[in-house]
Nanobody, 115 residues
Framework: QVQLEESGGGLVQAGGSLRLSCAASGSIFSINAMGWYRQAPGKQRELVATISSIGGRTNYADSVKGRFTISRDSAENTMYLQMNSLKPEDTAVYYC????????WGQGTQVTVSS
């Protein structure tokens, strides 16, 4: 089992920045990749960014390319999402995800961007 705990959400004005963190614990050796997803009210959950465990390859949704940066600190078993130039349409609950033999999810953290 893998446990994921997000932190760092909040309220920010458009153009501002936030950094989300996701601390992983448990059977972290079984994780192949981690990522961030988000779900806005009335919409489906969507991929934001992913990072592989080996090589640190990253992948971003087109809507966040150039504004968001995913990274990880392997020593601390923590993943980050640096979000810059935030827009109101980035408002959503952001979920940490880990992929191995199955998907594991965090509880989510709210990000609200005011115009």
């Amino acid at each position: 089992q893998v446990q994921l705990e997000e932190s760092g959400g909040g309220l920010v004005q458009a153009g501002g920045s936030l950094r989300l963190s996701c601390a992983a614990s448990g059977s972290i050796f079984s994780i192949n990749a981690m990522g961030w997803y988000r779900q806005a009210p009335g919409k489906q959950r969507e991929l934001v960014a992913t990072i592989s465990s080996i090589g640190g390859r990253t992948n971003y949704a087109d809507s966040v390319k150039g504004r968001f940066t995913i990274s990880r600190d392997s020593a601390e078993n923590t993943m980050y999402l640096q979000m810059n130039s935030l827009k109101p349409e980035d408002t959503a609950v952001y979920y940490c995800n880990a992929q191995g033999i199955r998907h594991w999810w965090g509880q989510g953290t709210q990000v609200t961007v005011s115009s």
